[in-house]
């Protein structure tokens, strides 16, 4: 498929994209049908996603799968959605590979079951060596979790010896992120309605342009991605700074 025309400059459009995909339960509920329903027409939904990147120029994407905060949901829907993840890796794992997409995933795996981290890990390994995307995982993922279990490492560093307390600033701490390979997102996207960022990727998104939709996830779709990257790109990002004027001043924005 081409890319959209508002979007043919790719270097004006974002290196890595990041989505909150919400909206899997109630999609399902407004079709009668149960929850789980939803997150598996949501997981389809994502190998569409991610089969379009290369051709609007996103080189990574990060979404958001699990958080540490749904454990709080039915017993039943987490171990449907556990079960939905194995199957994912299982199925989309030879897809992935032959698209030359490189897959990682972030969070804490201390809960996850022993399978799930079995699987994780060889799609990990297989997929080592592809370059065309980037596509992370967060599983078992919450922002704050990420950064305490960061400082924990880098406090461990100084306490050995490793680092000097006097060199931890704000270049030091990404290096214990689990996203420390990765750049930081330059658009997060969310679907469904909701205007929050729920506990994901706090530290990175410091200066992510964001786009909240309506669209609930199993419905939303290559082009509408499209749409959002073309109005990504018509904005003027100045991470802090200031807008030259043509006369050639200054103008604080």
Same mark, same amino acid.
């Given at each position: 498929?081409?890319?959209?025309?508002?979007?043919s400059?790719?270097t004006?459009?974002?290196?890595?994209?990041?989505?909150?995909?919400?909206g899997?339960? #109630?999609?399902?509920?407004?079709?009668g049908r149960?929850?789980?329903?939803g997150?598996?027409?949501?997981a389809?939904r994502?190998?569409?996603?991610v089969? $379009?990147?290369?051709?609007?120029?996103?080189d990574?994407?990060?979404?958001?799968?699990f958080?540490?905060?749904?454990?709080k #949901?039915?017993?039943?829907?987490?171990?449907?959605?556990?079960?939905?993840?194995?199957?994912?890796? #299982?199925?989309? $794992?030879?897809?992935?590979l032959?698209?030359?997409?490189?897959?990682?995933?972030?969070?804490?795996?201390v809960?996850?079951?022993?399978?799930?981290?079995?699987?994780?890990?060889e799609?990990?390994?297989?997929?080592?060596?592809?370059q065309t995307?980037?596509?992370t995982?967060?599983?078992?993922?919450?922002?704050?979790?990420e950064?305490?279990?960061a400082?924990? @490492?880098? $406090?461990?560093?100084?306490? @050995?010896?490793h680092?000097?307390?006097?060199?931890?600033n704000?270049?030091?701490?990404p290096?214990?992120?689990?996203?420390?390979?990765?750049?930081?997102?330059?658009?997060?996207? @969310?679907?469904?309605?909701?205007? #929050?960022?729920?506990?994901?990727?706090?530290?990175?998104?410091a200066?992510?342009?964001?786009?909240f939709?309506d669209?609930?996830w199993?419905?939303?779709?290559?082009?509408?991605?499209?749409?959002?990257l073309?109005?990504?790109a @018509?904005r003027?990002?100045?991470?802090?700074?200031?807008?030259v004027?043509?006369?050639?001043?200054a103008?604080?924005?």
């Amino acid at each position: 498929m081409p890319v959209p025309p508002a979007q043919s400059a790719a270097t004006r459009g974002p290196r890595h994209v990041a989505i909150i995909m919400d909206g899997n339960g #109630r999609w399902a509920t407004m079709r009668g049908r149960p929850r789980i329903f939803g997150h598996h027409a949501g997981a389809r939904r994502v190998r569409e996603i991610v089969e $379009a990147c290369p051709d609007y120029g996103v080189d990574y994407l990060t979404v958001f799968a699990f958080s540490t905060e749904n454990w709080k #949901r039915t017993q039943a829907e987490v171990a449907g959605l556990m079960s939905l993840f194995r199957g994912y890796i #299982r199925r989309e $794992a030879r897809a992935l590979l032959a698209n030359d997409v490189r897959v990682r995933f972030i969070g804490d795996r201390v809960r996850l079951d022993a399978k799930l981290v079995g699987l994780m890990d060889e799609l990990e390994a297989l997929t080592q060596q592809c370059q065309t995307t980037h596509l992370t995982v967060a599983l078992n993922y919450g922002g704050r979790d990420e950064v305490a279990r960061a400082t924990r @490492r880098l $406090a461990e560093d100084v306490a @050995r010896g490793h680092l000097r307390p006097e060199d931890v600033n704000e270049e030091t701490l990404p290096r214990y992120l689990d996203t420390c390979v990765l750049p930081d997102p330059d658009l997060v996207i @969310r679907t469904s309605g909701e205007a #929050r960022i729920s506990n994901f990727l706090l530290w990175q998104s410091a200066y992510a342009e964001y786009e909240f939709v309506d669209t609930l996830w199993p419905d939303f779709t290559r082009a509408e991605f499209g749409r959002l990257l073309a109005s990504y790109a @018509r904005r003027d990002r100045r991470f802090g700074g200031v807008k030259v004027a043509a006369a050639g001043g200054a103008v604080a924005r």
